[in-house]
């Protein structure tokens, strides 16, 4: 009867220490999902915010290419013209006296440069937000 006895507390031990470990795993398990679930909602608030600043950068954008298109807005070059040589400079005439402006048919690339100069800035911080926020954790 002890031989009996001693077996049922023996197995009464084991499924106690198995419980033990069960439940320690579900501790663990819980909160390896808790930190994934956190780190799944970072990384869907930088997607979100970052693709609307991209949105609004390319309307802002677009809205420039109107305005250029429409002539109310200009597109100015900032350059000076200096001679070569100080001594062989002439007076101003009056074909220097206007801004430098991007040529007609440039403007396309210029845009298109704005766009993806919108995209890449944004691509970057995104990747900047995520190692802050989610590798570095």
Do not use: W
């Amino acid at each position: 009867m002890c031989l009996l006895f001693d077996r049922l507390m023996d197995e009464r031990n084991d499924a106690r220490q198995a419980l033990a470990t069960a439940q320690t795993e579900v501790t663990g398990l819980r909160e390896a999902a808790r930190i994934s679930g956190e780190m799944l909602a970072d990384r869907d608030d930088i997607d979100r915010t970052r693709t609307e600043a991209l949105n609004h950068a390319l309307f802002e954008n677009s809205e420039l290419q109107r305005d250029v298109a429409a002539g109310r807005q200009r597109l100015r070059v900032n350059a000076v013209c200096r001679a070569v040589d100080p001594e062989q400079a002439r007076p101003g005439s009056v074909a220097d006296a206007g801004t430098a402006e991007l040529a007609t048919h440039a403007r396309p690339d210029y845009f298109t440069l704005r766009d993806q100069l919108a995209l890449s800035k944004e691509m970057i911080l995104g990747l900047q937000d995520h190692v802050r926020r989610i590798c570095l954790r």
